[in-house]
């Protein structure tokens, strides 16, 4: 399809619960971006994904959060033992040529909700 | 010091008017500049990219880089109410920083009937 599609839409979690989002990229879209999007529109980078490969995961907050992107399955982030600051939403973009003005292409994003 | 600055506004300005959107940036490597229009409750959507300096124009919509100054700005022409959404300005070194976007906070744009 032409959209990347993110599920679950929301998700609420107790302090200290696992959290797994899904994104399932463009067809043809080697790229796959994470960004957390927290009060005031601020976008954070977590990690970037070549194909099933690891691009970048210089944003990544390696104790707790994993990701992976697998052949013919949805990519997934996962937060262990949520806290109360990883409340925000999270998107996930997909791209062919990410360098160029085909940009990256956004899911709707999963909002996460730690109480 | 952020890395790039973006008034949160809201900004509201009347149909028809012409708006004009900026953001300022400190890292002088930036070539790619890119706007995002995020509805509610929605992923952002690409408006316009530019890479390096200069201007590019799309219906109502031009996109301004101006590299000496740091200073990207997007402009509406005879603005609509759908255009009412958060615009945000993204940027990125390209390949030398893995096509990591740097955002803006974003500016609410309100277009009033």
């Known amino acids: 399809g032409e959209e990347v599609a993110q599920t679950p839409k929301h998700l609420v979690r107790g302090e200290g619960q696992k959290a797994k989002l899904y994104c399932a990229p463009i067809k043809g879209h080697s790229y796959v971006f994470w960004y957390q999007q927290v009060l005031k529109n601020e976008f954070k980078f977590l990690i970037s994904?070549?194909?099933?490969?690891?691009?970048?995961e210089t944003g990544m907050p390696k104790e707790r959060f994993s990701a992976k992107c697998l052949p013919n399955s949805p990519c997934s982030l996962e937060i262990q033992a949520t806290k109360l600051e990883d409340s925000a939403v999270y998107f996930c973009?997909?791209?062919?040529?990410?360098?160029?003005?085909?940009?990256?292409?956004f899911g709707s994003g999963t909002r996460l909700t730690v109480v | 010091q952020k890395e790039v600055e973006q008034d949160p506004g809201p900004l509201s300005v009347p149909e028809g008017a012409i708006v004009s959107l900026n953001c300022t940036y400190s890292n002088s490597a930036f070539q790619y500049f890119m706007w995002y229009r995020q509805y509610s409750r929605k992923g952002p959507e690409l408006l316009m990219y530019t890479y390096s300096s200069g201007n590019k124009e799309d219906g109502r919509f031009t996109a301004q880089v101006d590299k000496s100054s740091k200073y990207i700005s997007l402009f509406i022409r005879d603005s609509q109410p759908s255009d009412s959404a958060t615009y945000l300005c993204?940027?990125?070194?390209?390949?030398?920083?893995?096509?990591?976007?740097?955002w803006g906070a974003g500016t609410k744009l309100i277009i009033k009937p």
């Open positions: 993204a940027m990125s070194l390209g390949f030398d920083s893995n096509y990591q976007l740097i």
């Open positions: 973009a997909s791209s062919q040529y990410p360098g160029t003005n085909y940009g990256y292409t």
């Open positions: 994904f070549q194909n099933e490969n690891v691009f970048d």
